[in-house]
Nanobody, 124 residues
């Protein structure tokens, strides 16, 4: 019912940049906050950045000033521009959408849906 497809990850040297993209598809009724999370090996999934439907943004302290989140509502996409990447940014990155979708006559929340993620590896 809801599909999230992340792309843009890869291997990059410290100090390098990447731009992640996430395409959302489904029978959406509403899309509110869109966000990026990441999960490093042996660690819990953590919020990296979020952007509301009004364009307000918030970032984890560890990425402030280096990462920029943006969205394209017409395309139902969310992006994450990552600059000055560090070893500790290595993780699988996932997008998430806070909204509702329609299935038949009922509406359901979208927050339980996740994509396959995209691997970001920062290494020299």
């Amino acid at each position: 019912q809801v599909q999230l497809v992340e792309s843009g990850g890869g291997l990059v040297q410290p100090g390098g940049s990447l731009r992640l993209s996430c395409a959302a598809s489904g029978n959406f009724v509403s899309i509110n906050t869109m966000a990026w999370y990441r999960q490093a090996p042996g660690k819990q999934r953590e919020l990296v950045a979020g952007i509301t439907s009004g364009g307000s943004t918030n970032y984890a302290d560890s990425v402030k000033g280096r990462f920029t989140i943006s969205r394209d509502d017409a395309e139902k996409r969310v992006y994450l521009r990552m600059n000055n990447l560090k070893h500790e940014d290595t993780a699988v990155y996932y997008c998430n959408v806070d909204g509702t979708f329609r299935s038949g006559t009922l509406w359901y929340p979208t927050r339980d849906y996740w994509g396959q993620g995209t691997q970001v590896t920062v290494s020299s």
